[in-house]
């Protein structure tokens, strides 16, 4: 079926909402998901969302700022870190005026808490930035956004899964999608396409993300010509729980939570004796790793440490971390009032995506050169103003940051521009991935099972491209992933039907996660230093002479990598030091 | 520590089917594996054909509520030892009723949706906001609609309600909690709209006190304290 509209939104989360909300009434706009937009995977950040709003103690946007780069490892661009600093007061207001429940304070202001790597006065200490509702400050976002999209009447196309990127005669023209109840391709031809479509945690078999993190935006993209940017940095989250990875927030810490090992010593202060226990992720899922690599895990396999909140009191658990404490009691059957939460580091965030401008234009080159017409924001999106370690929150910031800068400069696009007609042919390569999948149910020479190639590529990426990587692992998983891929080649699938084929669904999404992979492992392995989430053992400084430059990873047709470039770090106000903390 | 869980799954796929059928699935699982784990064992090992939906798999995203040994659950938050998998019970899975059945395990939510949306569910305050700061709110005022704030919309308690089953027109509870979570927010002054919506004919007064819903809430949320406020708000003008 053939649709058109000024601007398609793909991925209604927190950036797609609020990209759709800057479009809706002053363009045609549909905003197309895979899911329904309230179970989008924003709805699951819990902690809170910084902003330098000064309503418990001093802050500043700078002072947000300066931590934003630091924590990034000074990859971060400091245009966009500048950016994202200062719009995230309004954006905070903004959205309180949505309705936004934040918890409060006394006198009746949101209030605010620590967080990770978060500081006063450029490093001195802990300062409250995060604004917080309970620990569901990412569900209270995601409701509020998409309430504000049934207000304004947004069109949701729900449970359409994006196949395309079209371009013609160098502007980007629409997407094609699979309905998935109908089985029916669906072709948006539109002046505007803007990208909200997440990460891809599934990559990893511990992961803190949903089952429908498989980076579809960023391999749809990927395919299409753009490059994915710095995909090497993925980032570990210190606490997931013990085995299956559920997050539970940096909040816990933020409010006075503690990591012990088995030997119940509070290793953090070891290595980081002014932040502690919140230092950044980065360094504290290392020094977790340490622990673990040095005997001092707990459990009879000794490889998990434990998270203790129980000294915090009933009431402060029950008033401020209500939801990860009963994560606790539901999946490990722990009490967390009265015992540590078993908890290991977990897959959690993708530093890297589509590359774009502070104004959410997509880049196609090392120049900065804009693909008109073409959007990207949030997690899909690489701006970059995470570098190469997010800070706690800064994800929600991003969010609706750029979401709205985003959908605000496709609305002058819209405006400014005419109709630009679809390539010709512009279903067949959706035609030739829908036919290669469901071939699957027929050929009787595929054999290959989608759920074990899944299996082997998140116990491999865990393995190789985890919190510590050097040349061996790197290697080894570019060879993995070359067998993962033929493999693919050869999937087999059951279910012949064309309505509601979910076995079809995972088959695509299992060819985006593969493709996201493997930009991340080529860029990490061509990366030949330590930074941020990007830890070598065998490079174990960071050489700001040779990688001071984000990564630029273009796809072979056939898949694979086809070439690297590097891109300039844009430097405005903070000049790269060592980070401690 | 593997164990053998046997899970009994009503199927229906509507391009074969015509009506729905159980088919039984033996596979190894731990007694710690949430029963969406165990689903996805079967799909991915067993039979690909077997849908359902699912995202989070930790209970925030609302996607994959169905009725597990008769009562509305969110597949990933059940685990195998919770309803004696482990112990060798069979584990009885069929899609949430009331829902008109789309494949499987899945239902159309579209109808909900509207149902949703039937009740502004979204701040009306007529006032301009504050130029450059926050609406204040006490402490106590923002607790007072704290746990109906908690709705992921899975459908669970609508879908164990027995009027919401007998009843098309009728809102249904979760509807009714996110109408709650505005009508008691200090900010909003969209009440008296609300309250309007959901004292005609098929509203808030079709509650019959069951607490079905109450009990499938997979976020706690005390949904039938939630109805009798606001019929009490209704007769006595808040």
């Known amino acids: 079926m053939y649709h058109k509209f000024d601007a398609v939104v793909v991925g209604a989360g927190g950036s797609g909402l609020m990209a759709a909300l800057q479009l809706v009434g002053k363009a045609n706009v549909a905003c197309i998901t895979k899911l329904y937009p309230s179970r989008s995977h924003t709805g699951a950040a819990q902690g809170g969302i910084c902003a330098a709003l000064g309503n418990t103690e001093e802050d500043h946007w700078e002072w947000h700022m300066f931590d934003t780069v630091k924590g990034g490892d000074y990859l971060t661009d400091q245009d966009a870190a500048e950016v994202l600093a200062r719009d995230a007061i309004e954006r905070i207001i903004e959205m309180e005026h949505m309705g936004l429940p934040f918890n409060r304070t006394p006198e009746g202001k949101i209030d605010q808490r620590r967080f990770g790597g978060h500081t006063r006065n450029f490093g001195e200490g802990p300062v409250r930035r995060a604004c917080f509702a309970a ?84 391999a749809v993209a990927y395919r299409a010509g753009i490059p994915l940017m710095d995909m090497e940095m993925y980032q570990f989250h210190p606490t997931g729980l013990y085995r299956i990875g559920i997050l539970l927030s940096e909040a816990a810490r933020g409010e006075g939570g503690i990591l012990r090992n088995a030997n119940g010593e509070r290793f953090c202060e070891r290595y980081a004796p002014t932040l502690k226990d919140l230092a950044p992720r980065d360094m504290v899922s290392r020094f977790i790793y340490q622990e673990i690599k040095e005997g001092r895990g707990a459990g009879p396999n000794k490889d998990y440490v434990y998270l203790h909140v129980d000294h915090l009191g009933k009431d402060v658990i029950d008033a401020k971390l209500p939801d990860i404490t009963d994560f606790a009691r539901t999946y490990l059957h722990v009490e967390p009032y009265k015992e540590g939460v078993p908890i290991q580091p977990t897959a959690h965030f993708a530093m890297g995506g589509i590359p774009t401008n502070i104004n959410g234009e997509v880049i196609m080159d090392e120049k900065a050169t804009v693909l008109p017409g073409c959007y990207a924001a949030g997690e899909a999106a690489c701006v970059s103003v995470h570098g190469a370690n997010r800070l706690g929150t800064n994800s929600l910031v991003d969010l609706v940051v750029f979401g709205k800068r985003a959908g605000l400069k496709a609305v002058e696009y819209v405006h400014q521009n005419d109709w630009e007609s679809l390539p010709a042919n512009y279903e067949t390569r959706s035609k030739e991935l829908l036919g290669f999948v469901n071939a699957g149910s027929s050929d009787t020479k595929r054999t290959e099972i989608a759920g074990d190639i899944r299996k082997d590529l998140q116990n491999s990426m865990q393995d190789n491209v985890s919190i510590v990587r050097n040349e061996t692992t790197l290697t080894n998983q570019m060879t993995k992933l070359a067998e993962l891929r033929e493999r693919y080649g050869r999937i087999r699938l059951q279910d012949k039907g064309t309505k509601f084929n979910t076995e079809r669904m995972e088959a695509l999404e299992l060819g985006c996660l593969l493709d996201c992979a493997e930009a991340a492992t080529k860029g990490a392995l061509e990366r030949k230093e330590s930074r941020g989430a990007q830890y070598r053992d065998d490079y174990e400084k960071r050489d700001d002479v040779n990688f001071l430059a984000h990564t630029l990873a273009y796809r072979a047709d056939s898949g694979g990598v086809k070439e690297l470039r590097y891109k300039p770090v844009v430097i405005t106000r903070f000049e790269p030091k060592e980070r401690k903390y | 520590m593997a164990t053998q869980v046997t899970l009994k799954i009503l199927r229906y796929d509507p391009e074969r089917d015509k009506k729905a059928h159980f088919e039984t699935y033996t596979v190894d699982a731990d007694p710690l594996d949430r029963i969406l784990d165990v689903l996805n064992t079967v799909k991915w090992y067993n039979d690909g054909s077997l849908t359902y939906r699912r995202s989070c798999a930790h209970g925030v995203c609302g996607s994959d509520a169905m009725r597990i040994n008769g009562r509305n659950r969110l597949a990933c938050k059940v685990l195998v030892r919770d309803v004696g998998g482990d112990t060798g019970k069979k584990i009885q899975i069929e899609p949430m009723l009331g829902f008109k059945i789309l494949k499987d395990l899945v239902v159309d939510m579209d109808p909900f949706f509207e149902k949703y949306k039937s009740i502004k569910p979204y701040l009306i305050n007529y006032e301009a906001a504050p130029a450059s700061s926050e609406r204040y709110q006490s402490q106590e005022d923002r607790e007072i609609y704290d746990e109906t704030t908690k709705c992921i919309l899975c459908g669970a308690c609508s879908g164990s309600c027995p009027p919401y089953w007998a009843g098309p027109d009728f809102v249904g509870p979760a509807a009714i909690v996110n109408a709650h979570r505005f009508i008691f927010d200090s900010r909003d002054q969209g009440g008296a709209e609300r309250l309007n919506i959901l004292g005609q004919g098929e509203g808030v007064f079709r509650c019959r006190t069951i607490y079905n819903c109450t009990d499938a809430c997979p976020r706690d949320i005390p949904v039938t304290k939630a109805i009798e406020q606001i019929r009490r708000a209704m007769l006595y003008n808040r």
């Open chain 1, 135 to 218: 620990d569901r400050t990412g569900h209270m976002i995601l409701q509020t956004l998409y309430q504000q999209g049934i207000k304004e009447n947004v069109t949701f196309f729900n449970e359409f899964h994006v196949l395309d990127l079209l371009i013609n005669n160098g502007r980007c023209v629409g997407v094609t999608a699979l309905e998935i109840k109908t089985g029916e391709l669906h072709t948006f031809h539109a002046k505007a396409v803007i990208f909200a479509t997440g990460g891809f945690g599934r990559a990893w078999r511990v992961t803190s993300n949903a089952h429908a993190c498989t980076g579809d935006g960023m």
